[in-house]
């Protein structure tokens, strides 16, 4: 069946500081592959989405590049701010459903 | 556009109660989804609808209902709710089925059952 596998955290880190967040996926065929996120008390709003082999997705800052040798979509940015915590979700559209990881929360430190 | 609604934004429910949480879209999506969200498991399709008069099962159906008369509206529908339904539900549309269309989600409700 289709999955998702995300490092659950939670992430600390100090402001400025590189971020990474492993994803990786396990689907029949090629998905589409999703970043979400979300800020507190709020739903889940698209960060970034990449939809075929070697595509980068790049949005506010934050890429992820579509791996299918690895079956993986790794988050990264390169200077995080106090405003960027918040939850991360991972997810795959299968072409019918969306699967989403179980997410992972980051807090920035000033 | 107001996009994705959903009222009520929080709701307590005794054992065995019923309730309807509501959602609606003004984006003229086909399609809709109803999600639950609990700590260390992501987000678990619950039902979902493809248009007006389809529905279908997801991961964790049981113990809800759905029904889409509108291409806006999708409620849900917890018929006897139990402890176990305590949870944030997220509904969702899209323009369609896969294509790379991205889910535009609700701002939640908040249930809790004693």
């Known amino acids: 069946g289709n999955s998702v596998t995300q490092m659950e955290g939670p992430v600390t880190l100090s402001e400025e500081a590189f971020l990474t967040i492993n994803c990786t996926y396990t689907a029949t065929g090629y998905p589409s592959l999703f970043w979400y996120v979300q800020y507190p008390g709020e739903g889940l709003q698209l960060l970034l989405k990449a939809t075929k082999a070697d595509d980068k997705g790049s949005n506010k800052g934050f890429e992820a590049t579509y791996r299918k040798e690895t079956t993986s979509f790794h988050l990264e940015k390169g200077s995080v701010q106090v405003s960027d915590s918040a939850v991360y979700f991972c997810?795959?559209?299968?072409?019918?459903?969306?699967?989403f990881g179980p997410g992972t929360r980051l807090s920035v430190l000033p | 556009n107001a996009g994705v609604t959903q009222t009520p934004k929080f709701q307590v429910l005794k054992t065995g109660q019923s309730m309807t949480l509501q959602c609606a879209q003004d984006m003229n999506h086909e399609y809709m989804s109803w999600y639950r969200q609990d700590p260390g498991m992501g987000l678990r399709l619950i039902h979902y609808s493809v248009g007006a008069g389809i529905t279908d099962q997801g991961e964790v159906p049981n113990g809800y209902n759905v029904s889409r008369s509108t291409t806006e509206d999708f409620p849900l529908r917890l018929l006897s709710a139990a402890p176990s339904q305590t949870s944030v539900y997220f509904c969702a549309s899209r323009r369609g089925q896969g294509g790379a269309y991205e889910q535009y989600f609700g701002p939640g409700t908040r249930l809790t059952v004693t």
């Open positions: 997810a795959l559209d299968n072409g019918q459903n969306f699967v």
